[in-house]
């Protein structure tokens, strides 16, 4: 089965520091296979059979803590779950110059369409939606400080997710649809 493993908070501001290359090396060494990454903030794709998500995680967390010293959550996610997340992405949302389009994947503990309650949306601001193992948000730029999920960072809901752009979100569904191909 394919994976990625979307690790929170590593290589931002100069903290939490990883190298992509010697991460790949800590995840052949879990036993996970074809192991591809992608930029240097936590995308890595793999393979493996027999294990939960939740297993998985937890192995990595473990190993990433042996290898580098750094308690890293680790969120995973299969491939089908990346495609159902993708294809809820409208086609029309970007991350450029002009639109700010976030994929905020949840924690497994919070995955449910009540955890918008504990964000603040601005109708006439944000696009904001809920899919089984992420909230979907787009801001146009000029309105990101107007905004009401521009709030969620400090708060304990902030500390249950991990954030990629919209590109950087299709770009993992591609590579994980490239390595189920071969």
Known sequence: MIYVALLRG??????????????K??????GMNDVV????????IFSKEGQSRTDLSRVLEEVIL??????????????EDIRGIVKEIPDTWKN?????SDVLFLWD???????????????????????????LWSVDKKNVTK???SRIVGSKL???????????ARKIYGLMLTQESR
Not at 10 to 23: E, P, Q, S
Not at 37 to 44: A, D, K
Not at 112 to 129: G, S
């Open 109 to 135: 503990e919070v995955d449910n369409e009540a955890v918008l309650k504990n964000v603040v949306i601005k109708p006439t601001i944000d696009n904001v939606k809920y899919v089984p193992g992420a909230i």
């Open 158 to 168: 902030y500390k249950q997710v991990t954030v990629r752009n919209v590109n950087t």
């Open 25 to 30: 090396q800590t995840f052949e060494k879990a």
């Open 147 to 149: 905004s009401g999920m």
């Open 10 to 23: 590593i290589n931002i501001g100069g903290r939490n520091k990883i190298d992509m290359k010697l991460l």
């Open 96 to 100: 450029d110059k002009d639109m700010k």
């Open 66 to 79: 042996e290898d580098f010293g750094l308690q890293i959550k680790v969120v995973v996610r299969s491939l």
């Open 37 to 44: 990454t992608y930029i240097n903030t936590g995308n890595i």
